[in-house]
């Protein structure tokens, strides 16, 4: 099994839809949680850390599952700008340099 | 600030040329890494380090050196290039505090090399 497994997709949704991606950990033990946006040809960029249950900012909400080992990005209200590709990052507790990262998932995002 | 940069942004190498990728930050931040993406796979961690001075092998490190004399600076040397490190490179910056650990990693633009 993977580290942190993603599925790469893509999702192809109309504007103003609601999308939610699931990334799955391996290691119990993980302590923080992150989603990455990465837009083509382009650098990763922090969309949001998750280190308790959940987050929230705006249109975006993250959430983790420490039971079943998962967490999710639910995206409401989906804009054209949204189009990307997500990425999951899971921190085992050991370090910066334990970070995983997931191979992404791809988002299209049609007027 | 300009944040994490990198340079260049694209080389092509032939099979056993060696070169150096570029990377500096103007955060302050103590660690630096230095990360291939490859198709089908997640970014894999090839060199860091915690400190001027202070440098470590990640998951991916044959074929790479690392030094780090200054905290702004943290330079990539392929020793003698092969198809296999074809791939886009990023230098990333992050910093730790508190009880949080380590905050996000700052990417730099990336350099896309091209071995033939």
């Known amino acids: 099994r993977k580290e942190v497994e993603q599925d790469p997709g893509p999702f192809n949704v109309p504007e103003g839809a609601t999308v939610a991606f699931n990334c799955t950990y391996s290691n119990s033990a993980s302590q923080s949680f992150f989603w990455y946006r990465q837009d083509c040809r382009k650098e990763p960029k922090l969309l949001m850390s998750v280190y308790s249950s959940g987050n929230e900012d705006g249109r975006f909400t993250a959430q983790l599952n420490r039971a079943s080992q998962y967490i999710s990005l639910l995206i409401r209200d989906s804009k054209l700008s949204d189009s990307a590709t997500y990425l999951c990052v899971v921190n085992p507790g050991t370090g910066f340099q334990k970070l995983v990262f997931g191979t992404g998932t791809r988002l299209l995002v049609s007027p | 600030n300009a944040g994490v940069t990198q340079t260049p942004k694209f080389q092509v190498l032939k099979t056993g040329q060696s070169m150096t990728l570029q990377c500096a930050q103007d955060?302050?931040?103590?660690?630096m890494s230095w990360y291939r993406q490859d198709p089908g796979m997640g970014l894999r961690l090839i060199h860091y380090?915690?400190?001027?001075?202070?440098?470590d092998q990640g998951e991916v490190p044959n074929g790479y050196n690392v030094s780090r004399s200054t905290t702004e600076d943290f330079p990539l040397r392929l020793l003698s290039a092969a198809p296999s490190q074809t791939s886009v490179y990023f230098c990333a910056s992050s910093y730790s505090s508190g009880w949080q650990g380590v905050h996000e990693q700052y990417f730099g633009p990336g350099t896309r090399l091209t071995v033939t």
């Open positions: 955060m302050n931040h103590e660690y």
């Open positions: 380090s915690v400190g001027a001075g202070i440098t």
